[in-house]
């Protein structure tokens, strides 16, 4: 038995963050975003059909920098990102919604 992926999504985004405390990466960050998405579907007729569309969305985030060095970072976000595709195209692949929340953890190390 296969198992068909009926939706797949690809996006890329550049993200523009402001952070109140005045120290890049550590602490409360607002922003917002910019991108691409490019959606596909199965249709009725089984055939793979998409759209590609651009997107903004505002992001919330908080870093902590950990460590001996405060080098470590671990943090995490929440936002909302709108795909601007016409209704036509949204029909096309049956994409009923044109926002979508988003979540983001990270853990990485500032060099």
Do not use: C, W
Not at 34 to 62: E, F, K, M
């Amino acid at each position: 038995m296969s198992v068909v992926n009926r939706h797949r999504y690809t996006s890329g985004d550049f993200k523009l963050r402001y952070y109140p405390g005045e120290v890049v990466l550590q602490g409360l960050s607002f922003g917002l975003s910019a991108g691409v998405l490019r959606y596909s579907a199965l249709n009725s007729a089984q055939a793979r059909v998409a759209i590609i569309a651009p997107t903004i969305g505002l992001l919330a985030d908080y870093n902590l920098m950990i460590g001996p060095s405060r080098r470590f970072i671990v943090g995490g976000g929440v936002g909302a990102k709108r795909v601007l595709a016409s209704a036509a195209a949204r029909r096309k692949v049956d994409l009923s919604s044109t926002v979508y929340p988003t979540a983001r953890f990270v853990v990485g190390y500032a060099f």
